[in-house]
């Protein structure tokens, strides 16, 4: 079912930005964190947050949670910092849709009717979610096995 809802031009934008990421630009500019509403027929940058947003010891995960507002549907764009057994150090972006059973449920079918339009100018993003309540995947351990199944941690903490 399609909601006839957009995906702004700024949204593309952001999203091919946080694809992209080159070997020689400032690591504190990097996009880590970007929250999607829809408003007014188009889906919006709500908020961003770049690496320089967070202090040295900031949990960037847990800051991530904390952005899941229950009274609120949102779409999120999270770039995810972890390490595996195998490969080490990995970086890989994780879409998120959240539409908290607290939430309206208007809005919870606009965003659910919506998300495709959206999906359709991420390609490439490997991680896809769908969080209803932080039970979901709130917990480290949870998130993480969504990320693959020898991850030893999340966000510089130890699974």
Same mark, same amino acid.
């Given at each position: 079912?399609? %909601?006839?809802?957009?995906?702004?031009?700024?949204?593309?934008?952001?999203?091919?930005?946080?694809?992209? @990421?080159?070997?020689?630009?400032?690591?504190?500019?990097?996009?880590?964190?970007?929250? !999607?509403?829809?408003?007014? =027929? !188009?889906?919006?940058?709500?908020?961003? !947050?770049?690496?320089?947003?967070?202090?040295?010891?900031?949990?960037? !995960?847990?800051?991530?949670?904390?952005?899941?507002? @229950?009274?609120?549907?949102? /779409?999120?764009?999270?770039?995810?910092? /972890?390490?595996?057994?195998?490969?080490?150090?990995?970086?890989?972006?994780?879409?998120?849709?959240?539409?908290?059973?607290?939430?309206?449920?208007?809005?919870?079918?606009? /965003?659910?009717?919506?998300?495709?339009?959206?999906?359709?100018?991420?390609?490439?993003?490997?991680?896809?979610?769908?969080?209803?309540?932080?039970?979901? /995947? =709130? %917990?480290?351990?949870?998130?993480?096995?969504?990320? =693959?199944?020898?991850?030893?941690?999340?966000? =510089?903490?130890?699974?």
């Amino acid at each position: 079912m399609a %909601s006839g809802v957009k995906v702004s031009e700024e949204v593309k934008d952001i999203i091919n930005q946080m694809k992209v @990421v080159k070997n020689d630009a400032d690591t504190n500019e990097r996009l880590r964190l970007v929250t !999607f509403e829809i408003a007014e =027929g !188009f889906i919006t940058i709500d908020k961003t !947050f770049r690496q320089k947003d967070f202090a040295a010891d900031q949990d960037v !995960f847990m800051f991530f949670l904390s952005l899941l507002d @229950v009274k609120l549907c949102r /779409y999120l764009l999270y770039d995810c910092h /972890y390490e595996t057994k195998e490969t080490g150090k990995k970086e890989e972006l994780v879409f998120v849709m959240w539409a908290s059973e607290a939430a309206p449920i208007k809005a919870k079918m606009q /965003y659910a009717s919506s998300k495709d339009s959206l999906k359709k100018v991420m390609t490439g993003i490997k991680h896809e979610l769908q969080m209803n309540d932080l039970s979901d /995947y =709130g %917990s480290r351990e949870l998130f993480a096995s969504k990320m =693959g199944s020898n991850v030893t941690t999340l966000e =510089g903490c130890r699974i």
